[in-house]
């Protein structure tokens, strides 16, 4: 196998290699492909969308497409992952573990038994190994709204500043997997449930897709954000410019929630009972 | 809903006392709203953009990052103390910065030393502190990672440290001065 | 090359120097416990370092946008210093967790 | 409205699939109706397009309203609405038949599953339709990755087959990406009308044929072209009933149609026939993938498996058609990517009803089942014809416009290949019909109780929902056979350039 | 030469279609065999309407569709195709009131999809006889072929199920492995696959090449059992009686020496063979044929398999009629077809009534039989002696025309192979005659007491026995569409 | 020679995405370990990514964001020149959506993988296949 | 000042390159942990001495907090692990 | 010009890479993954692709190694290359 691979490798790398000597020089800025499109984006995003930041001007409007397409993948993902590993089961009949948080004893109390949930003195645990931890669950309770507030500024910001609805979404779904790792997963859950994980995912998408069928409707094509104007009472420069932000938005939403749900399902393998 | 609904054959592990809690209490509307007011400030600082279009944006964020986690941030039972707590804890940065800095010039040492192994003497060590609250033994734990070579490894539930440090020197200075400033802070 | 200037770079090269040597101490160091030492410390304060370099080399032209990036600036190293020991409070008692056996002088034994 | 059909055709299938989503947490028996509506959308759309292109030829859409080299644009002429319409029908046929076994494997999971169906449907017409070669790799990798969980929820090897499947569609992928990256480089545009300008100017250039190479290979590792083709038997076989039905009739035609747009709108045949020596060494590894793939078929004893080989088979048929560089090989490759998409459906759909009602699909298991199933059967023999290639069923005629377009160039070879494999067809299915027809019926799940598979309930015929697009499938293979030099001479006369003869 | 257009062509191929949902949801099996006799009848109708405009010199062209530009399903009856359809339907009729009677004496199971098929492959073969172009009759030949599969594998038992493999791998095999690429060839030489008189082939390619499609094609059309793929015929003798009647003695090997004659006379012409020198070695296959099917069927005990070898010699003799190229050897040829159609169903029906009255298949258990079957023993006689070309039966006037046929052609060596293989069919089929009637029966061989068949077998072979000897006398309708078709296909 | 290494020196970026490929298709080839495939596939895919951004390097300029946008009046228009192309950039960004939703999937079906055979390798998998 | 940077940002890769040996080499997966969790600090200065030379440190600063945070979910995770799975040494192939 | 940088931080790259494919134990494996992203991140930000890096730095750093280490803690970590 090992020798296979290594011929596959090398044939593989003489034929990039191959071309490779007729390419322009690196960072070359005469290079064919700075000179055919990339310049009319360029010199003209400011001027169709108000955008300063190119790329989201071209990655929300000129190519928007793309971006419909890309946010529709990662939904298909977060659907792909719970689709193949979301395990299905009746309540189990698992006893479940109590930890008194005052005197450190761990109870063990079979279904059907319950206790007070959310009370400060009894705290519910996956297993009796999961440690008292505090150092790491008081620095997510600290950490955790600035690095969603900061999530929601990467998407709002996305027009001036690097950043955009996917990172935005990213990063605001990392602040709930941070909160999910730091506590457990049923906290977490109770956060943000894997039903309103779905939904979020799916609205998200379709705040993207519903924005530019609405500008279909209003006689323009799909995605055409300019025919947005009337609605928000702006000019066609600006009402691309809100489209952009609307998209981002409905990018933001998805990807949040789809990588929650792709944290909640690999990390408990689709039981939803304990996770990392 | 109490513990008395455990099954009997689990009586073992009854616990002696469990007050039931028969109404949630009632979530105080502070923290959210001092949540609201730190995001809003962090959000400025962010944003950069001070035209009523950001800031709308701005609000409408800190409004769903209050909603969504307003009860993280502000945790204790007892907003009023807050006030005096950042005060107390402003002055103690600097004590602190400096304590880093010292920790730094003393792990360094260690580093460039070319007789390193001779010098130091990896250890665990255990101790008890006298703090109670959360907040507080979180705030001693990273002092003492961040300062004179010492890690916090372990906060148990009853205030017991464990802390490993590198050499003797760190190993000494435990619980230390530090502690009291701590508790300063916190009125412990 | 003002003061100012050479305030910064005298920042940042220690800032730099801070990292060199958690480096080097990350590679000298016998074994795992003791190797958390200058990474948790010398990197948050080479971070610290370096950030407030440049983020005094950013106010120099003082405008509003450059104060706010400054500004930004610390507010990474806030974040640092509350997550940095975490972080490495998180990977010794990962350590602990695991088994892992500290070095011990009298001992000598492998180190790891 | 008219105007908004090539965006419609996609847009109606993605809307869909998030209010599929939502609409089965609220209650899982949406699920089903909403895909078929949608789906049922997409295809009159489809039509309508295809109506619209012959009418007045080819139709382009701006997305986002920026002219193309800017934006995407989404061209559709004769030949993507051609495919356009045989997508559309399998998705839909398919989803109508094999309802009562998706409820069956997936009833707590409809919704997702019904989602990730109509996002595949949704991509794999975007491929066709788009004008854009990044948004095709952006299709193509929506299209793979719902495959891949849909693949990956068979039973059995199932998830490793899909994981492979995974690798392999990926390297492909990457590798397409990386040949548009190419082209990217020295020409700075994406779009295929305006790189298909800027190309001529470059043909000297290594790069271009580097760019050429590898787009090629990658297309060939996701069509499952033979040296490639390692993930595809297994992937395919080890798919749930449901998902095969459509995944097999669907991916690798979709691909060949992909190679088919490249090579003729993107590298001008001028290059890819004339200008590179590739033509002949194509048109050998069809050969080779031909005779590989009927005899791997003919190795295996179990019913799915020796389909999906030759579906390989298949698959070098028309890529053999295509590198022969003429009019009538061209013409062929394009008329059985659609017969073949009716064909494949046709037979693994058929095979889903046998597999689901005798629970196994050991070919040996398939005892009595004319008896037991006569119409699922009788449908079965018509596919499994019409694959063999016996007019007047449709894969007579595209085989015939294969070999007329061998025997123009020459290429004896991929004559005899093909006739080989029509052979090896021939022995193959009849080797299931000899079982299925001579032996008794004997209920083999008394013998294995814990054997693989389920039992909808008794060996009977399969159920009405599943019968009917049967037929429909069946009935569609005559009609393509018949119609078939209208469809070539309508529609795929014109879909190609003018410059092969 | 006119043209009509009609949908008679198409209405006579499609009847026996329509007839199979009737048939295949009939309630009671005498409503389902009545729907059978009907369609019988109603094809035969259809396709005698059509004779005397054919017998007027008029053709019937029907044409579908175009499914490939240039190239459309389409009909086209001439008086060689005439001659053939007009053989199998009126023999479709005979043979299903005889089926009627073997199937139900012998109570056989899945009746109803044996009378489904058989209306399928009377279809079949009734479009190869009117089809206008190769691809149309490519088109049915396939059809055929699959659609007796089913009925040579009606017994569903192992001994079915090889020779069903068999007949299925020589027929399909041969007709996809040869006769699809050499049609492509052909189109791809001249564009066109249309049935012509002259033949199209002509001056588009070289003499190798013409040799080299004469022989895909003469092998390709496997049903008609040309030597070296003749295996698959006495194989599929396992078929009930009623179908090795009509289809191994009537539709599908006809149909394959019907097409072989078709390609020879209307792709390649006459006129290319002869300039080509190729009816040399097409003379010497179904020379050796005809001699070494004869030989083997000599050996033979079981009578059906013994008739199967009959057939495979006999086939011959038509494929050489058309090989000879001479006007008298094609008319020979052609008639062959009818006289031998009916001479040979008669002793197939014979052997399925022996059959079904005594159970017995081989020629040795038969020892004077004809003291308890006379009626059918005596059909055997003339069936025999009509295969063999004796004056009293119709035989004598096809062999006559082949005899001078060769004559015309100088080929003294096609003249013996002839006379001899007569002989031979003399020395294997009057010993059966001679044994079953002037031998005495031994007892010991009928326990049960032996009576002629039921009604319903025995009605049918007296009557073509009676026809095989009518044809001497009246061949009009036959003899003289064989004179017009190879008039026209020699031109002269 | 010189040549040669000018040549090398200029397109430096370009053989460094070519050793990634290569590195990432040999872990997916001669790795047994699905974990490790997968490794590899996203090394394949990121270094397409480098390539990509390659494309779009323009040395000496400034990133794809116009300085000082439209908040002043009567911008001056953006010079092409002077700003990095943002058209690769916009692709990767989707090329690196894909790639993650990619790894997703693939980790769910090794999750699941696992599930059935307690085991990743791929060998140790054949053999479980073959067991019964 | 340009060159200040630069060449800060060039030590700042080789004091990476050092770390990295940690990451690479280190003997168990926590020493990896160390050393990634090194190279993660140096990265984010990294990215803002990269704003400073391409002198637009506004954009920069955004990615280096968000990595600052992201970095810290990582290695958190990855402690994580063995707070659950308790050995070092579990289920590795050879002891 | 800041190639130096661009030309150390590909070294790196590359040795992260061999390393991650190398390393004979999948959380090790992982975590050389995140570093190789850190890397990678850091290359993009160098050849001025802010976006591209920020998003790597989003989701090579944060989440896939979070993916990777939450399915290595569903599987193993073992593995014989």
Request: aromatic share 12%.
């Amino acid at each position: 196998m090992k020798t296979f691979a290594l011929i596959t490798v090398l044939l593989l790398g003489g034929l990039l290699f191959y071309g490779t000597p007729d390419f322009p020089d690196w960072g070359d800025p005469a290079s064919p492909a700075s000179l055919h499109v990339s310049p009319y984006y360029i010199e003209h995003a400011v001027e169709d969308t108000a955008v300063p930041n190119i790329v989201t001007a071209v990655l929300a409007d000129y190519r928007g497409y793309d971006t419909m397409f890309e946010t529709a993948v990662i939904f298909s993902a977060g659907i792909a992952c719970l689709f193949l590993l979301r395990v299905y089961r009746r309540k189990s009949a698992r006893t479940r573990l109590y930890r008194h948080n005052l005197t450190g004893v761990t109870l063990r109390i079979a279904k059907g038994g319950k206790l007070p949930e959310g009370s400060a003195e009894f705290e519910r645990i996956d297993s009796v190994w999961v440690p008292y931890d505090m150092i790491i669950k008081v620095t997510s309770r600290l950490i955790v709204p600035f690095v969603q507030l900061f999530a929601l500024y990467v998407i709002a910001h996305g027009h001036h500043s690097p950043g955009g609805g996917f990172q935005g979404g990213v990063i605001f779904g990392a602040a709930i997997i941070l909160y999910a790792l730091s506590n457990d997963l049923r906290r977490a859950f109770r956060r943000l449930s894997e039903k309103a994980a779905l939904l979020a995912s799916a609205a998200g998408v379709l705040i993207y897709v519903g924005t530019g069928l609405l500008c279909l409707l209003l006689g323009g094509n799909f995605l055409d954000y300019s025919m947005l104007a009337e609605m928000l009472h702006t000019d066609a420069i600006m009402a691309r410019s809100h489209g952009i932000l609307i998209v981002e938005i409905g990018v933001g939403l998805a990807v949040m929630a789809v990588m929650v749900s792709l944290y909640y399902n690999l990390s408990s393998a689709g039981r939803h009972d304990e996770g990392l | 809903m109490t513990v008395n609904d455990a099954p009997a054959n689990q009586s073992r592990n009854r616990i002696p006392k469990a007050q039931p809690p028969s109404t949630k209490p009632k979530r105080s509307p502070v923290p959210y709203i001092l949540t609201f007011v730190v995001c809003m400030l962090t959000w400025l600082v962010l944003s950069g953009k001070f035209d009523l279009f950001h800031l709308s944006l701005g609000v409408v964020s800190c409004a769903i990052v209050s909603f969504a986690s307003g009860d993280m941030l502000f945790a204790t039972k007892n907003p009023k103390r807050l006030p005096g707590q950042w005060l107390r804890f402003a002055t103690y940065v600097p004590w602190l910065l400096y304590q880093i800095f010292r920790a730094n010039m003393h792990v360094m040492r260690l580093v460039f030393h070319p007789r390193m192994m001779d010098l130091i003497n990896p250890q665990m060590i255990k101790f008890n502190s006298r703090l109670t609250s959360e907040m507080a033994r979180f705030v001693y734990a990273n002092s003492i990672t961040l300062t004179p070579g010492t890690i916090t490894v372990y906060v148990s539930l009853y205030g017991g440290y464990t802390v490993h440090a590198i050499d003797d020197a760190s190993a000494e200075g435990l619980p230390g001065e530090m502690e009291a400033r701590v508790a300063a802070i916190f009125r412990e | 090359m003002g003061v100012y200037n050479l305030l910064v770079i005298f920042l940042l090269v220690s800032g730099l120097f801070f990292f060199f040597a958690g480096a080097v101490g990350i590679l000298r160091f016998p074994d795992f416990y003791s190797r958390l030492h200058p990474a948790g410390k010398l990197d948050t304060m080479g971070l610290f370092t370096s950030m407030m370099a440049m983020a005094l080399w950013v106010v120099h032209e003082w405008t509003l946008g450059a104060i706010l990036t400054a500004l930004k600036i610390l507010l990474i190293v806030a974040f640092v210093f509350i997550t940095s020991p975490t972080a490495t409070h998180a990977i010794v008692d990962a350590g602990v967790r695991a088994g892992l056996l500290p070095w011990a002088k009298d001992s000598r034994e492998d180190p790891t | 409205m008219s105007a908004h059909f090539p965006g419609l055709v996609i847009i109606i299938p993605l809307v869909a699939a998030f209010l599929i989503l939502i609409g089965a947490l609220l209650d899982k028996r949406l699920a089903f109706p909403l895909t078929a509506l949608a789906l049922l959308g997409s295809l009159v759309t489809a039509i309508g397009l295809l109506a619209r292109v012959m009418q007045v030829g080819v139709v382009e859409y701006h997305l986002a309203g920026w002219a193309p080299p800017v934006g995407i644009a989404y061209r559709v002429d004769h030949l993507n609405g051609l495919v356009l319409v045989a997508v559309a029908a399998v998705a839909f046929i398919n989803l109508l038949g094999t309802r009562p076994l998706v409820v069956e494997a997936f009833g707590d999971r409809l919704g997702p599953f019904y989602t990730l169906y109509i996002l595949l449907v949704a991509g794999l017409l975007g491929i066709v339709v788009t004008g854009d070669a990044f948004n095709l790799y952006v299709l193509l990798e929506i299209a793979a990755l719902t495959g891949y969980a849909l693949v990956g929820m068979g039973e059995g090897r199932a998830p490793l087959a899909s994981l492979n499947y995974i690798f392999m569609g990926t390297v492909g992928a990457s590798f397409y990406l990386l040949g548009v990256g190419y082209l990217y480089l020295v020409t700075g545009t994406l779009n295929m009308a305006d790189l298909a300008v800027r190309l001529p100017a470059l043909y000297p250039s290594k790069v271009v044929f580097s760019a050429f190479v590898i787009c090629l290979a990658g297309l060939c590792l996701k069509m499952g072209f033979f040296p490639l083709h390692a993930w595809l038997p297994n992937a395919y076989s080890y798919a749930p009933d449901p998902v095969s039905s459509l995944v097999a009739p669907l991916m690798t035609k979709v691909m060949v149609y992909v190679m088919v747009r490249i090579m003729l709108f993107v590298f001008t045949p001028a290059f890819a026939f004339d200008l590179t020596a590739i033509s002949e060494p194509m048109v050998w590894m069809a050969i080779v993938a031909i005779v590989a793939g009927s005899f791997l078929a003919l190795s295996t004893r179990r019913l799915k498996r020796m389909l999906t080989y030759i579906v390989v088979a298949e698959v070098g048929y028309m890529v053999g058609g295509f590198w022969l560089g003429n009019r009538l090989g061209i013409s062929g490759a394009i008329l059985h990517i659609i017969n073949d998409a009716v064909m494949t459906l046709c037979v693994f759909l058929a095979a889903a009803a046998l597999i689901a009602r005798t629970g196994s699909d050991a070919i040996d298991d398939m005892q009595g089942l004319f008896k037991k199933m006569p119409v699922t059967m009788a449908v079965f023999v018509i596919a499994g014809l019409s694959i063999i290639g016996v007019p007047p069923t449709c894969g007579f005629f595209s085989k015939w416009y294969l070999i007329s377009g061998a025997i123009a160039a020459g290429q004896y070879g991929f004559m005899a290949a093909l006739l080989l494999s029509s052979l090896i067809n021939l022995v193959l299915f009849f080797r299931i019909f000899e079982i299925a027809y001579f032996e008794p019926f004997e209920d083999h799940h008394a013998e294995h109780p814990t054997g693989h598979g389920r039992v909808l309930s008794a060996v009977q015929e399969a159920p009405l929902e599943l019968l009917v697009p049967l037929v429909v499938t069946a009935a569609l293979l005559f009609a393509l056979g018949i119609y078939a030099g209208d469809i070539v001479s309508l529609i795929i006369d014109k879909a190609i350039p003018l410059g092969i003869v | 030469m006119d043209t009509l257009i009609s949908i008679k062509p198409l209405l006579a191929v499609l009847v026996s279609l329509l007839a199979i949902p009737f048939i295949a949801y009939s309630r009671s099996p005498n409503v389902r065999e009545g729907w059978t006799f009907l369609a019988a009848i109603v094809k035969f109708g259809i396709v005698a309407a059509m004779l005397p405009a054919v017998l007027n010199g008029m053709e019937i062209s029907c044409s579908l569709v175009e499914v490939l530009p240039g190239l459309s399903i389409a009909f086209r009856v001439d008086a060689f195709g005439m001659l053939f359809a007009l053989v199998a339907s009126f023999l479709w009729i005979i043979t299903s009131v005889y089926s009627i009677g073997y199937m139900r004496g012998l109570d056989e199971h899945a009746q109803t999809r044996y009378f489904c098929f058989f209306a399928i492959s009377l279809s079949a073969a009734v479009g190869v006889a009117f089809s206008a172009n190769l691809l149309t009759m490519y088109l049915f030949y396939e059809m055929l072929s699959l659609a007796t599969y089913p009925l040579v594998t009606h017994h569903q038992d192992q001994e079915a199920r090889t020779s069903g493999r068999k007949y299925l791998l020589y027929t399909v095999g041969a007709s996809i492995g040869l006769v699809l690429p050499a049609m492509l060839m052909t189109y791809h030489l001249t564009g066109s696959l249309d049935f012509s008189p002259q033949g199209i082939l002509a001056g588009t390619a070289s003499r190798g090449t013409v040799a080299l499609l004469l022989f895909m094609f003469v092998f390709g059309f496997a049903k008609a059992a040309i030597m070296p793929f003749h295996s698959w015929l006495p194989a599929a003798m396992v078929a009930p009686t009623p179908v090795s009647a009509l289809l191994h003695a009537v539709a599908v090997v006809k149909v394959g020496v019907f097409s072989i004659v078709r390609v020879i006379t209307a792709i390649f012409g006459t006129d290319l063979l002869q300039t080509f020198d190729l009816s040399t070695p097409l003379l010497l296959v179904a020379s050796t044929t005809i001699l070494v099917g004869s030989f083997i069927a000599l050996s033979q005990d079981n009578l059906k398999r013994m008739l199967a070898f009959s057939t495979i010699a006999q086939l011959s003799y038509i494929v050489l009629g058309a090989a000879l190229l001479s006007p008298k050897g094609v008319t020979g040829g052609m008639v062959h077809i009818a006289m031998h159609a009916f001479g040979k169903i008669t002793l197939f029906f014979c052997a399925g009534a022996i059959f079904v009255a005594t159970g017995k298949k081989n020629i040795s258990e038969m020892t004077g039989i004809g003291r308890r079957m006379p009626v059918t023993m005596t059909a055997f006689f003339i069936g025999a002696l009509s295969i063999i070309g004796m004056p009293p039966c119709g035989g004598f006037l096809s062999k006559w025309y082949l005899v001078l046929g060769a004559l015309d052609a100088d080929k003294i060596a096609i003249l013996v192979v002839l006379l001899f293989s007569s002989l031979l069919n003399a020395g294997y089929f009057m010993p059966v005659v001679y044994r079953a009637f002037f031998c005495p029966p031994e007892e010991a061989l009928f326990e049960a007491r032996v009576q002629e068949a039921p009604l319903c077998c025995v009605v049918p072979l007296v009557i073509t026995a009676v026809i095989s000897i009518l044809l001497l006398f009246y061949p009009q309708p036959f003899m003289n569409l064989a004179v017009m078709a190879a008039a026209k296909f020699t031109g002269i | 020679m010189e040549s040669l290494l000018s040549n090398f020196l200029a397109k430096y970026n370009y053989w460094v995405y070519i050793g990634l490929v290569m590195i990432g298709m040999y872990a997916m080839i001669a790795k047994r370990n699905l974990v490790k495939k997968i490794i590899g596939m996203n090394i394949v895919q990121t270094a397409v990514i480098l390539f990509y951004v390659s494309i779009g390097a323009k040395k000496g300029k400034t990133i794809p964001i116009i300085a000082h946008g439209h908040e002043e009046t009567g911008h001056h228009a953006a010079q092409a020149i002077d700003y990095i192309s943002p058209l690769p950039h916009v692709l990767m960004l989707t090329a690196i959506v894909v790639s993650v939703a990619t790894l997703g999937v693939a980790l769910a079906l090794a999750i699941k993988i696992y599930r059935q055979y307690g085991t990743l390798e791929e060998d140790e998998i054949a053999l479980r296949i073959n067991e019964p | 000042m340009h060159d200040v940077f630069l060449y800060a940002s060039v030590f700042l890769c080789g004091v990476m390159a050092l770390s990295l040996y940690r990451a690479v080499f280190g003997p168990t997966v926590l020493d990896r942990l160390i050393g990634v969790n090194a190279i993660g600090s140096k990265t984010t200065a990294l990215l803002i001495l990269i704003g400073l030379i391409y002198d637009r440190v506004d954009m920069f600063v955004d990615i280096a907090l968000a990595y600052a945070t992201l970095n810290f979910i990582a290695v958190l995770a990855a402690s994580r692990y063995f707070q659950k799975r308790k050995g070092l040494y579990d289920e590795m192939g050879d002891k | 010009m800041i190639w130096p940088v661009d030309l150390i931080i590909m070294v790196l790259v590359m040795i992260c890479g061999i390393g991650a494919i190398m390393v004979r134990d999948l959380l090790g494996a992982a975590i050389l993954f995140g570093a190789y992203s850190f890397m990678m991140c850091l290359l993009w930000a160098i050849m001025g692709a802010v976006d591209v890096a920020f998003t790597e730095a989003s989701v090579g750093a944060g989440v896939s190694a979070v993916f990777f280490v939450a399915a290595v803690f569903r599987t193993s970590r073992r593995t014989k290359d």
